[in-house]
């Protein structure tokens, strides 16, 4: 038997032509960008999952335009929180006292601008000062004598709680100046014409599209400018369209009930800094360093106790403005305020994407899983789920997360 060895294997069909392979080959190339990068979009897709669940689940009540604002305002402190405790975890540490802190500073704001009627605007300077301090102290301890983060934050968490009951006497203190309560309850004034819709929020949120845009284009050029591996161009125009669809459509929503709450634009401008900080700031680069691996982070250089010092600065801070928030949403200090609240920040942050063992996670990553936990929590309240099974089910959804990224590690490390 003999074999024919000019005879030639058929060539490959050109791509472009037959409807079915371009629409395979583009199917294959979204699905091989996804399980390259699942872990920054894995969530995300839970989240409009989640959305999309709840939204037919309650015959559209959870998108309604009303109920997508009081989401943002009901979240906004655990959202402000999970931002700082980001950083906390990416650099292999654990804050148990925020929630015990967010009460603290909403006792301190009562007891200035309440009893003392200090000036709404200097007391909260006043209160970001101490949660400033508040969280120098722990870092201190954490940073320069060695303590383990989690026994100092247990500690300051007891501290904490103890010190509002004595400033608050163990009642209740309020109400708090209007200009505060329109901090974490207010909206943009109305500019320009009757057009049925806010058009200062339309005009922020076009304006966050094309920013949205020119960011992710100015990163993926980054990228390829230090040879790095970028998805393909086709999953990148699907990510662009699916990011300005989803800011657009939140935008409408926005803008057919009271407009931008005021509380959102802080969020917003939290993300973008804190975000720019992680990407391109030195010390960004230096927390991710500490927590991916301390010993060669010292070996390079990267003065390990300042970083984490002021790591818990912040959150120190970050706890300030989340009880100033807090308190004034529900004009009124209370002892019990921020119950659980460093639970649902560390859970925020877990499932938006933060490793265990620490160098590894993002802004964006935290304020995803703070939308989760609301928008699980928001859609379980309008069926009538109990809150037992509410907590259940959040359980469950953090442990699935951790799971996700320890499975992950061992796939990669086997």
């Known amino acids: 038997m003999s074999t024919d060895v000019t005879a ?3 060539a490959p069909a050109p791509p472009g032509k037959g409807g079915s392979d371009t629409g395979e080959n583009l199917l294959q190339l979204v699905l091989a960008g996804m399980r ?19 939204a037919v689940w309650t015959d559209g009540d959870l998108l309604l335009p009303r109920n997508v604002s009081n989401l943002v305002l009901q979240n906004s402190y655990i959202l402000i929180l999970a931002i700082g405790m980001m950083l906390v975890i990416i650099a292999g540490h654990i804050d148990l006292s925020v929630g015990s802190l967010t009460a603290f500073v909403g006792s301190i704001a009562a007891v200035f601008m309440v009893k003392n009627d200090i000036p709404w605007v200097l007391a909260v300077v006043l209160c970001l000062a101490i949660g400033a301090i508040a969280g120098a102290a722990q870092g201190f301890f954490i940073a320069y004598l060695g303590i383990p983060s989690f026994i100092v934050t247990l500690a300051g968490m007891l501290i904490f709680r103890g010190l509002t009951e004595i400033f608050l006497e163990g009642q209740t203190l309020g109400p708090f ?19 049925n819709y806010h058009n200062l929020t339309l005009l922020l949120g076009f304006g966050l599209v094309a920013f949205v845009v020119l960011q992710e284009i100015r990163d993926r050029r980054r990228q390829q400018e230090f040879a790095l591996d970028v998805p393909p161009t086709s999953l990148f125009l699907l990510k662009l369209v699916a990011l300005g669809a989803a800011v657009l459509t939140i935008t409408m929503l926005l803008a057919s009930y009271k407009g931008t709450p005021i509380v959102l634009l802080i969020l917003g401008a939290l ?19 500490i927590g991916g691996n301390l010993p060669a982070a010292k070996l390079s250089g990267v003065k390990d106790k300042k970083v984490v010092f002021l790591i818990f600065l912040n959150m120190g801070m970050m706890a300030a403005l989340a009880g100033l928030v807090f308190a004034a949403r529900f004009n009124a200090a209370s002892p019990k305020a921020g119950l659980n609240f460093e639970l649902e920040a560390i859970a925020a942050s877990f499932i938006g994407g933060a490793s265990m063992s620490g160098g590894v996670g993002t802004v964006l990553g935290a304020i ?40 992950n590690k061992r796939k990669v490390g086997s």
Not at 36 to 54: C, D, E, K, T
Not at 181 to 188: D, E, I, P, S, T
Not at 271 to 289: C, E, P, Q, S, T
């Open 177 to 195: 100046p209007e200009g505060l309560q329109k901090v974490a309850n207010g909206f943009l004034p109305e500019v320009g014409p009757d057009t």
């Open 8 to 10: 030639k294997t058929p």
């Open 368 to 407: 995803i899983g703070g939308l989760v936990l609301g928008v699980l929590n928001n859609g379980m309240n309008l069926v009538g789920i109990g809150t037992d099974w509410q907590q259940v089910i959040k359980g469950l959804v953090l442990l699935a997360a951790v799971g996700f990224d320890v499975y």
């Open 271 to 289: 993300l973008v800094g804190f975000g720019y900080v992680m990407r391109n700031a030195i010390i960004g680069r230096h927390i991710y360093a």
């Open 36 to 54: 390259r990068n699942m872990r920054q979009y894995g969530m995300l897709i839970a989240l409009g999952l989640i959305v999309v669940l709840f």
